[in-house]
């Protein structure tokens, strides 16, 4: 009788793990990687910039200081990045309220108090360690969201087959209702240049 475990119990399970790696459906698989290795070249380009931009500083001040903030900034990007990779595209639809209410909330926050105009723009939120967050920079993309998820919902209402009427009162009027409430808090800030990109969205969803 033999004591111990076979020398190929281990050998099964790694097999099983190579072959869900290179799997048809693996991540993996799934990546796109002319656009990732493009996205990374990019980042490094850009911390070389700013380095090279930024190095000359005065005596006692940090030379890397303005590479150490990007370079933050990039890691958080990664990550946020990967974990986007990571998620089921098709269950945002459930999270797109909530999402677009949170932002709506940003836009107020940037006119309380909590707000600090830059540039004639009342659009930023200071953080603590010299960051900051400008709430209409993710309201760009909760627009597309929010009207890729509305003409999914509504797609009975904004056929053309409908009676126009009907096109006009339930399907286009509550999504441009939703719109001008964006575009309002846009227009106090003001950002011209997220406030164009909402008109945008808006009339894309309707093309």
């Known amino acids: 009788m033999t004591l111990g475990y076979p020398k190929t119990i281990g050998t099964p399970q790694r097999r099983s793990l190579?072959?869900?790696a290179a799997g048809r459906e693996s991540l993996l698989r799934r990546l796109d990687w002319v656009l990732l290795l493009t996205a990374l070249t990019l980042s490094?380009?850009?911390?070389?910039?700013?380095?090279?931009?930024t190095r000359s500083v005065?005596?006692?001040e940090d030379p890397t200081a303005f590479l150490k903030r990007h370079a933050i900034n990039l890691a958080i990007g990664m990550g946020l990045g990967l974990a986007t990779m990571m998620f089921d595209y098709r269950t945002l639809r459930a999270y797109v309220p909530f999402v677009y209410v949170a932002s709506i909330l940003g836009l107020v926050a940037v006119l309380s108090p909590l707000g600090t105009s830059v540039n004639g723009a009342q659009a930023w939120i200071l953080l603590p360690g010299g960051f900051s967050i400008?709430?209409?920079e993710?309201?760009?993309l909760v627009v597309v969201l929010y009207?890729?998820?509305y003409a999914v919902r509504r797609a009975t209402f904004l056929n053309a087959e409908?009676?126009?009427k009907q096109t006009l009162l339930r399907g286009f009027l509550p999504l441009f209702a939703v719109m001008v409430l964006v575009g309002g808090l846009l227009l106090v800030e003001p950002d011209f240049?997220?406030?164009s990109e909402e008109h945008t969205s808006e009339l894309q969803s309707h093309l």
């Open 147 to 149: 009207a890729a998820s």
């Open 138 to 140: 993710f309201m760009k």
């Open 134 to 136: 400008q709430p209409s």
């Open 193 to 195: 240049g997220a406030r």
């Open 162 to 164: 409908q009676p126009l």
């Open 18 to 20: 190579t072959s869900r």
């Open 44 to 53: 490094v380009a850009g911390a070389v910039f700013v380095y090279s931009a």
């Open 58 to 60: 005065g005596a006692g």
